[in-house]
């Protein structure tokens, strides 16, 4: 069974940093991508960050792009983002994907973790 938790969610001020980890505890299948989509409330989930499997390979929205990072460390199977520089529109439940392609989400998601950023 392929299960993602996610942690590191929390409160943080506007231009502070946070770093959001997914942990696998089933092992996604090899070969496919990891990622972060995030959602607010009436809002649909969006894509924010992917990873290939190698890791050389990595897709952001506009919206993250210079901020954020991906990354992952397939030894510990785990993936991460960090995040800097974080604006209160970045506020939403930051869910960790796997098994999908660049853009698209795969079939397995984590529970989410909620990111609140305070002005």
């Known amino acids: 069974q392929v299960q993602l938790v996610e942690s590191g969610g929390g409160l943080v001020q506007a231009g502070g940093s946070l770093r959001l980890s997914c942990a696998d505890s089933g092992r996604t299948v090899s070969g496919y991508y990891m990622g972060w989509f995030r959602q607010t409330p009436g809002k649909e989930r969006e894509f924010v960050a992917s990873?290939?499997?190698?890791?050389?390979?990595?897709y952001y929205a506009d919206s993250v792009k210079g901020r954020f990072t991906i990354s992952r460390d397939n030894a510990k199977n785990t993936v991460y983002l960090q995040m800097i520089s974080v604006k209160p529109e970045d506020t939403a439940v930051y869910y960790c994907?796997?098994?999908?392609?660049?853009?698209?989400?795969?079939?397995?998601w984590g529970q989410g973790t909620q990111v609140t950023v305070s002005s």
């Open positions: 994907n796997g098994g999908g392609h660049v853009y698209r989400p795969g079939n397995y």
């Open positions: 990873i290939s499997w190698s890791g050389v390979n990595s």
